[in-house]
């Protein structure tokens, strides 16, 4: 039912407040982070990050290549010798510096995920980073109690774990591979994103400055290719990847009948279930940051909208009125909801999957608002009239655009929010608790928030079933993928 008296929006004009970014300060070019030093390529290739926003390019990284891998991987065997028998307690002072130097940098690696990777300055502000120093305490924590964690076992780390991160999460990718593997005691190699390396370039040079000793943390630039060297390294004991769920297929294949122990965090496509008798005001939110947060470049964001028919009507008026108030634009600006999208590509596959929305019938909705001349950005959109078959309600679009579609009863919504080849999280609203319990039994996902959504805790594991993946990261769960001797 619709509102008898629509309400129209408040125009709100809001005076740009821009973060400053004189805190960064970045070097023309980087060479690859092996042995504690910044060293050339041996592949005598570079690639160029852009400023998604703007399309300025920030610097030159190295393209690891295969002798650059095999280096790197070299320095983390040699070093994984001394940290593999470090005592815990040892391991556990060097995570607690780091965590502490991020805590002291944070507004400068938060202002660094802006530039390189487009999202909104109060989210790398006020989510990525304070979340990237509680897992660093976190894991710090459990570093010499691994016998405590694992009762009547004697855990023992892997070896060398080689680390595989998507761009939408960059610093807090990083952080749920790297503070458990070191907690656990070995030694690592990771791989950012292409578009979105200079915070792992930054936490590198933090690492120096925390004295880590060389060789434990090696970061290796590139492309797809390089992942994929390392992937093929036989001196690796562990691949640990986050990342789509194609590529994640790739990397089974290429480590099935090998030694090598595998994590993958995939893809998901993730209903958020809103019943009729839930907290209408706080759903409207919990939907807008579930779908909206860092552009729907997120892995669990709730993209397939679940709304209970008795209050479709009402509730799909009031998210577009609020969709409207959504300011898109300068990732800097303190006041933006909105940033960029991280690379042209992804626009590109943004764009596409809504075009085959409307071709497909759906009914599209954006509101009207102005998108910047320069950089990558897209519109907060909604589809209705969506069907379950419709691309956009089984496609990962990994955008800012959600697909509502309605139900009548409780078993309806469960049936409906399981038709997907994915499972890594879902939302549920509505005041009963009973109702709640009965909907997180019945809902194939790893994680399954209730009356809130994109909540995270470095206690919590988090991870997926199906395509999404398998394997946990956080919490307790998020040693066991790093640790020998401890049952599965
Ligand atoms: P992607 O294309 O799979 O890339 C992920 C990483 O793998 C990047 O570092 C990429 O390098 C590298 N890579 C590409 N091809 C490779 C290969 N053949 N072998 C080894 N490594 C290779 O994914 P994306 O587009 O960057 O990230 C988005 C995806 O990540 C989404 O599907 C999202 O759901 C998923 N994700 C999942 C989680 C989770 O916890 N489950 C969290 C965040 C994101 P390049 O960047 O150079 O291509
Ligand atoms: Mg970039």
Redesign the pocket.
């Known amino acids: 039912m619709a509102d008898a008296h629509p309400v129209e929006p408040v125009e709100f004009t809001y005076v740009p407040s821009r973060e400053a970014t004189d805190l960064v300060s970045l070097r023309d070019r980087y060479g690859l982070w092996i042995d504690g030093k910044f060293r050339a390529p041996a592949s005598k290739r570079f690639l160029t990050t852009v400023n998604p926003a703007t399309e300025e390019p920030l610097a030159e990284v190295a393209e690891g290549g295969e002798r650059d891998v095999d280096r790197a991987v070299r320095a983390a065997r040699r070093a994984f010798e001394t940290w593999g028998r470090l005592p815990g307690k040892e391991r556990a002072k060097y995570l607690y510096r780091i965590a502490r130097m991020l805590q002291e940098r944070a507004r400068e690696f938060a202002v660094l995920e802006t530039l390189d990777g487009g999202k909104p300055i109060k989210e790398a502000r006020d989510v990525d980073l304070p979340l990237v120093a509680a897992h660093f305490f976190y894991y710090a924590g459990w570093a010499d109690k691994l016998e405590y964690a694992f009762p009547g076992v004697r855990p023992a780390p892997l070896g060398v774990a080689g680390q595989?991160?998507?761009?939408?999460?960059p610093m807090l990718?990083l952080a749920?591979k790297v503070a458990p593997a070191l907690a656990a005691g070995n030694t690592v190699v990771l791989?950012?994103?292409?578009?979105?390396p200079l915070t792992a370039l930054a936490f590198a040079q933090l690492t120096a400055e925390a004295d880590l000793p060389p060789g434990v943390v090696n970061i290796v630039t590139?492309?797809?290719?390089?992942?994929?060297a390392?992937?093929r390294h036989p001196g690796v004991d562990k691949i640990a990847?986050?990342?789509?769920?194609?590529?994640?297929k790739?990397?089974q294949k290429?480590v099935a009948g090998t030694p090598k122990r595998l994590t993958?965090?995939?893809?998901?496509k993730a209903p958020h279930v809103i019943f009729e008798d839930a907290p209408v005001d706080q759903a409207i939110e919990g939907v807008i940051n579930g779908i909206f947060f860092n552009q729907g470049?997120?892995?669990?964001a709730g993209s397939r909208l679940f709304v209970q028919e008795s209050i479709a009507d009402r509730f799909v008026d009031k998210l577009k009125r609020r969709l409207s108030t959504l300011r898109v634009g300068d990732p800097l600006d303190k006041n933006t909801d909105i940033g960029a999208i991280n690379s042209p590509e992804?626009l590109d596959k943004i764009t596409e999957l809504v075009e085959s929305g409307i071709e497909e019938g759906a009914e599209i909705y954006q509101p009207a608002c102005r998108l910047p001349d320069r950089g990558y950005f897209f519109a907060p959109t909604l589809f209705t009239g969506v069907s379950q078959s419709h691309r956009i309600a089984q496609e990962?679009i990994?955008g800012p655009v959600l697909s509502i579609m309605t139900f009548r009863t409780p078993d309806e919504a469960v049936e409906k929010a399981n038709n997907t080849p994915y499972g890594?999280s879902a939302g549920v609203w509505t005041t009963k608790g009973s109702r709640i319990l009965w909907m997180a039994d019945r809902l194939k996902a790893g994680v399954v928030w209730a009356n809130t959504y994109n909540k995270f805790d470095p206690a919590s594991p988090?991870?997926?079933y199906q395509e999404?993946?398998f394997g946990r990261?956080g919490g307790r769960h998020g040693l066991l993928p790093y640790l020998e001797g401890v049952p599965r």
């Open positions: 595989i991160i998507p761009w939408n999460f990718m749920w791989k950012p994103a292409e578009t979105t590139g492309a797809g290719e390089t992942g994929a390392l992937v990847f986050t990342g789509s769920t194609a590529v994640g790739l990397i290429a993958l965090e995939l893809g998901g470049h997120v892995c669990c992804q990962e990994f890594l988090f991870g997926g999404s993946g990261e």
